[in-house]
C-alpha cells in the first residue's frame, strides 16, 4: 500500500461540501469514484480538512492507501481526466506511512475574498463577496492583530461543532488590497481553525471597519465576555481554503 | 423620450449570446425584460455588438428610447435589481437622440485570456482557453504586427456572415503576461470586429506560437491567398468584449 498526497483545487459552487454524503454532490465523492476508476477498487482518501458547501479551494489536500503505485507525476492528469471540469488535481507525492492528511497538518491558510466595486464583477461574483462602500482598514488590522496569537476561539466558531480543544494559533490575518484596491482579500494562516471560525472572524472585522464595532470590543470577544460583538457569518462563497503546510516538507 | 446608453458586464456562460432570440436565454432579452418593468411598456434595446454564445463582456453598450426620464444616477442600480446576478449594468447617461449603440461605435475593445498553467485553475476555466506548453511570444507578435493596420479581413471571418465590406482597421494587438506569467491575455482594439474575426485571429497566432505557422503565412492570408493558415476559432469562454469607444465622448 503507498500512501499517497493529492493537492486540490476546486470551484466549490456546486458542492455540498468537501465531505462525502449519500444523495449530495460532493468533492470528496467525485475524487474517490474517479480514483475507484483508476485504481479498479474502492479508495477512501481523508481530507486534511472539510470545506462546507459553496466554499471554494486552492490547495486542499487529501491523502489515500494506494493498491499499487501510479507515478505520482501522471497521477494529476489521470484523475483529472476523470473528474468534472470544476475540481482539479494540481499535485500528488508518495508519503511516508504514518502520513495522515488531517493530523499531519500543521497550519492552513484561508483567503476571504472582498469584491469592492461599485458594481459587482460579474466574473468575480461567485468567488467573491460585494461590498461596496467605506471600510476603515487600519481599524480593521488593529483588530485582527488582537485575534491573532493564541487563544481559545471558542467565541468564533458556529454551533453544531463539539471539538474539546477550542485553543487554536492563529499566525496571521494580513488584509490585502489588489486590483486598484477593487478587491480586498482577508488572508489568515494558523494552526487550525474551528468550525466556521474564518466567515466569523471576517464578519467581525467588516463590522469593525464599517464603525459598527470597536476592536477592544472584539477582544472582549475574544475572553468569552462579549458574544454579541462576534459575526455575523459571512456567505461562504467568499471562502478559500488556500494551502495545507505538513511538517514533513 | 430619453436616448439613454447603458453600460453593461455579464457572464456569458449560461446565454445563448446577446441578441434575443425566442426560447433561449439572452443578454439582450434579460435587459429588455428588466426595462420593461421600470419602464412599465416595451422597451427595445440597440446593442453596440452582438456577441455570441458563451461570448463574456466587461464593457458592452447599448442604447434604447425612454419614454420618461429615470434619473441615470439612479438607473443601473434599479436595473441591477431585476436582473440574474450574471449580468450587471455599470453605468447610464443620456446620450443626443441621434446616438446610436452600433452605428455611433468607434472603436471596440476585446481580449482573448489563455490560461496558461500546467493544470487548469478551477475559478479561471469559465471565463479562459486552458493553454499550457510552450509558446513563442515573439513570433506571435510579430505576426500581430502583420495583421495590425487597415486591411481587408474577408479571410478572418466565419462563413454565416454577409458584410458587405469586409475592410477594418485594427488599432492594435497587445500580448499581455499577467500573474507570474500563467495567464496570456491577447487585447484587440479596432474600428469593428468581423463575425468571429477576433476568435479566428487568436486561434491563428496560438499557432504561430507554437511553431505550426510561419508569420509570412498569416500575411499571405490575409492577402486571401492561403486560406489554410487562418484559425482554427478558438472557443467562445475565453473572449470577452471589453469596452465599445463613442465618438462623442
Do not use: W
Not at 52 to 62: F, S, Y
Not at 112 to 139: C, E, F, N, W
Not at 190 to 210: A, C, D, N, P, Q
Amino acid at each position: 500500500m503507498f500512501n499517497t498526497l493529492i493537492r486540490i483545487s476546486y470551484d466549490g459552487t456546486n458542492y455540498s461540501g468537501f465531505q462525502i454524503q449519500a444523495n449530495a454532490p460532493t468533492v470528496q465523492g467525485e475524487l474517490e469514484r474517479a480514483l475507484g476508476v483508476i485504481y479498479k477498487q474502492e479508495i477512501r482518501i481523508i481530507g486534511a480538512g472539510r470545506t462546507d458547501a459553496g466554499v471554494h479551494a486552492l490547495g486542499q489536500a487529501a491523502s489515500y492507501f494506494a493498491p499499487f503505485r501510479v507515478a505520482v507525476e501522471n497521477l494529476p492528469q489521470a484523475i483529472n481526466g476523470l473528474l468534472p471540469s470544476d475540481i482539479v488535481v494540481k499535485g500528488a507525492e508518495e508519503v511516508p506511512e504514518d502520513f495522515h492528511a488531517r493530523f499531519s497538518a500543521e497550519r492552513k491558510a484561508y483567503s476571504y475574498t472582498l469584491d469592492r466595486a461599485i458594481y459587482p464583477r460579474v466574473m468575480k461574483r461567485l468567488y467573491s463577496l460585494h461590498l461596496p462602500g467605506q471600510l476603515d482598514l487600519d481599524a480593521m488590522r488593529i483588530a485582527a492583530e488582537l485575534l491573532t496569537g493564541t487563544h481559545d476561539f471558542e467565541a468564533f466558531q458556529a454551533s453544531g461543532s463539539n471539538v474539546a480543544n477550542t485553543k487554536r494559533t492563529l499566525y496571521s490575518i494580513d488584509l490585502i488590497e489588489k486590483q486598484y484596491d477593487q478587491v480586498l482579500s482577508l488572508y489568515y494562516e494558523g494552526s487550525g481553525f474551528l468550525y466556521r471560525m474564518v466567515r466569523l472572524i471576517t464578519g467581525t472585522l467588516i463590522r469593525v471597519g464599517k464603525g459598527k464595532l470597536e476592536a477592544d470590543q472584539v477582544e472582549a470577544a475574544l475572553l468569552g465576555i462579549n458574544p454579541s460583538a462576534v459575526g455575523p457569518t459571512v456567505p461562504a462563497h467568499g471562502l478559500c481554503l488556500e494551502n495545507v503546510f505538513y511538517r514533513y516538507e
